[in-house]
Every structure is written in C-alpha cells, then in structure tokens.
C-alpha cells in the first residue's frame, strides 16, 4: 500500500494516534450505537468537525435524535474502516450527513485530489449500501486557512472533483456546498465562522451550517 498512495483514501484502514487511542474512540462510538438501535432521526459521519457540534446541535436541532460517531482527525479512509467494523450496525437512521475529507489534504501530496474525492464518494457508497432508504446529505469539505495556502487550495480542488463523481444522481443524495456561506468575496475566511486554527468552526459557525441542514433535516 505505501507504493500505491492514489489507493489510501479509498481503502478501508484503522486510524492511529498514540497507541490505541483512536480504537478506544470508535469503541465507545460502537457502545453508543448499540445503546440506540433502530430508528435515529440522524446520523452524524465525520472527523472532528462533526464531533464538535455538541451543544450546538442540541441548540439547533434539539428535537431530532442523533448518533454522532465523529473522530477527530479521521480520514475518508478511517471512515470506511469504522463503518465495516460495527460503526453504524443495526441503526436505522432516517437521514444520515457525511463530511470528511478535510484530514486527507494532509496526503494530497502523495495520493492526488482525484483519489481524496473517491475516497468521499466510496464513503457514500458504503453508507448508501448500508443504508438503502436512508436520505444521505454530503457536504462538501468546509474552507480552512486562506487562499494560497496549499490545504485550502487542495480543498477547493477537491470539492470541485466531486462534480464529475454526480454523487446526487442517486434522488436521495444531496450534494451541500457550504463554501460561500464561511468565505467572503474575495475567498478569505469569516473569522467569526471559525476558531482561532482556521479549520474548526465557532458556534456562529454551527449555527450557519445548521441553518444550511434545517430545510434538509427539519428542526428549529
């Protein structure tokens, strides 16, 4: 696999930081799931972006029941790994919102924007395949830092990469690209959107991604 960096995002692989770390994390995600069997209003899929809603979504969405199995600093192909070993089993989630990429642009590098869009669209399959009647809501991967930079530059190719992919051909896909509501004009950052690192968002954030999910997901 080291020889062929294009196959990393799209490869089911565990994650790894600090021992087993990253195992205790989807652990208790699979605890958390066979706590909520059957119906879910909602499924959170994601990195740490999606792990962070917190009290955020409670605020937002606070009639809706949701499992959230964001990892912080996952990639696509994490993802795919957790949702073949007991990630999601036995859930029946009405709708379901994936965003993951964001940690793959630290490979795009070795492994090309074209196998970090696949990797999005191979999670999707699989939720799709898990999930048959399930409404599935990809975002796309939120902006971080600032034009130029390489990650934000990666980012923007990869989204745009998704286009070709039609991933919202399936009527139960919707495609959410949020770019515009957390950059100005001119493609810089609102800061008030973000925490001080340019990558995780500020509550007000939140509150302008759940204010993009509402009409998809109903809630306040």
């Known amino acids: ?18 021992g087993d770390a990253w195992l205790k994390l989807h652990e208790a995600h699979v605890k958390t799931v066979q706590a909520s069997q059957g119906a879910v ?13 917190g009290d955020s979504w409670k605020k937002h969405f606070p009639d809706l029941k949701a499992v959230n199995i964001g990892i912080g600093g996952d990639k696509t192909q994490n993802v ?14 009405t709708s379901i919102v994936l965003m993951i990429g964001n940690n793959n642009m630290f490979f795009t590098p070795e492994t090309g924007i074209e196998a970090a869009a696949k990797g999005i669209e191979m ?13 599935i809501i990809v975002a796309k991967i939120l902006p971080a ?26 009527p139960k896909v919707k495609v959410l690209d949020l770019w515009s509501d957390f950059t100005h ?35 306040r």
Not at 145 to 154: I, S, T, V
Not at 189 to 212: C, I, M, Q, W
Request: hydrophobic share 40%; proline share 10%; with cysteine.
């Open 145 to 170: 830092h600032a034009p130029g930079n390489r990650f934000y530059e990666d980012i923007k190719k990869t989204n745009a990469a998704l286009d070709p992919l039609k991933l919202d051909s399936d």
């Open 41 to 53: 209003d909602v499924l959170l899929v994601g990195d740490s972006i999606t792990i962070q809603w």
């Open 123 to 135: 999670c999707l399959k699989n939720l799709r395949e898990k999930f048959p009647a399930a409404a």
């Open 80 to 93: 795919l790994w957790r949702l073949d070993h007991g990630g999601v089993e036995g859930l029946r989630p």
């Open 185 to 219: 004009a001119d493609g810089t950052l609102k800061p008030e959107l973000f925490t001080p690192d340019n990558v995780h968002l500020s509550p007000a954030g939140y509150g302008v991604y759940a204010g993009r999910l509402q009409p998809l997901l109903g809630g």
């Open 1 to 18: 696999m080291k020889h062929l960096p294009p196959m990393w995002p799209v490869v089911p692989s565990a994650g790894f930081f600090g």
